[in-house]
C-alpha cells in the first residue's frame, strides 16, 4: 500500500512569488490535513479537509493560502503571494477513524519551502 | 494558557539503556495522547496512542505512560539502540481542538 506522498520535496521561490504544494493521501483515507512546522517549533496545524469539505481551516495563517480538494482525492495548497515567513515544512496526513473514534495519522516526507 | 512541552534538549543514552522522554501538558483535556517518531527529512510516524482511561501500554521495546492527574505522559524504551535514535513528538487530542503537537524531544543513543 503505497503512503501519503507529496510533491515537491523542495521549492525555493522569491518573495512575491505563488507557490502550490501537492499531497495524495493513502486510498480510501477520508481525513486529509496539512500542517506546517516552522525550524525550532512545534508541527502547527493548517486546516483539515473530509473528503472534498473543509472541515476545519481555523490554522490557515491567512488568506494567501488557499487549499483545495477536489474530487475528495489529493490536494494541494497554494501560498499566494509568498512571504519570507512562510518558510518551512510542510506536512500532509491522511487518516480514517476507527469504530471508537480514533484516529492515526500518516504523514507525507513534508515539502520543504524556502521564501528568499 | 494551554501548552504541551517536551524537553528541548537532547537526550543523550548509553546504548543498551532505558531513555525516558517526557511530554507535559496544560489547560488541555485530553481524549488520548500519540507518540510518533520523525527522523530528519522524513515526516513523523506513529508509534503509540494512549486513552484517557488507560494508565500504560506497550509496544515490544516501547511503553508509554499516561498520568492524567500529573498531566503528563512518559515514553520509554528500553534496551536502547542506535537506531533508535531520533526526534520524538508527543500529540495530544483535545476534543475542542485539532492534534495538539509538542516540539519533539532528539534522543541519541551512542553505542
Known amino acids: 500500500e503505497a503512503g501519503v506522498t507529496q510533491f515537491p520535496s523542495h521549492s525555493v521561490i522569491e518573495k512575491g512569488q505563488t507557490v502550490t504544494l501537492r499531497c495524495d493521501p493513502i486510498?480510501?483515507?477520508?481525513?486529509l490535513y496539512w500542517y506546517r512546522r516552522v525550524m525550532g517549533k512545534e508541527i502547527k496545524f493548517l486546516l483539515h479537509?473530509?473528503?472534498?469539505?473543509?472541515?476545519?481551516e481555523s490554522g490557515m495563517p491567512n488568506n494567501r493560502f488557499l487549499a483545495e480538494r477536489t474530487g475528495g482525492t489529493y490536494s494541494t495548497l497554494k501560498v499566494q503571494p509568498a512571504e519570507l515567513e512562510d518558510s518551512g515544512v510542510y506536512f500532509c496526513?491522511?487518516?480514517?477513524?476507527?469504530?471508537?473514534?480514533?484516529?492515526?495519522?500518516?504523514f507525507g516526507p513534508g515539502t520543504r519551502l524556502l521564501v528568499l | 494558557s494551554q501548552k504541551i512541552e517536551q524537553n528541548s534538549e537532547a537526550l543523550n543514552i548509553q546504548e543498551g539503556k532505558t531513555a525516558t522522554l517526557t511530554c507535559n501538558y496544560t489547560?488541555?483535556?485530553?481524549?488520548?495522547l500519540q507518540w510518533y517518531r520523525q527522523d530528519p527529512g522524513r515526516g513523523p510516524v506513529f508509534l503509540l496512542l494512549?486513552?484517557?482511561n488507560e494508565k500504560e501500554k506497550r509496544k515490544e521495546r516501547l511503553k508509554v505512560t499516561f498520568d492524567t492527574t500529573l498531566k503528563q505522559s512518559l515514553f520509554h524504551i528500553t534496551a536502547s539502540q542506535p537506531a533508535d535514535s531520533a526526534t520524538y513528538l508527543c500529540?495530544?487530542?483535545?476534543?475542542?481542538?485539532?492534534?495538539?503537537w509538542g516540539a519533539g524531544t532528539k534522543l541519541i543513543i551512542k553505542p
Open positions: 496526513a491522511s487518516s480514517q477513524q476507527d469504530r471508537g473514534g480514533y484516529e492515526t495519522q500518516y
Open positions: 486510498s480510501g483515507h477520508d481525513n
Open positions: 479537509f473530509v473528503k472534498e469539505s473543509k472541515q476545519d
Open positions: 489547560n488541555y483535556s485530553p481524549a488520548y
Open positions: 494512549i486513552r484517557e
Open positions: 500529540a495530544l487530542k483535545d476534543s475542542n481542538y485539532q492534534l495538539i
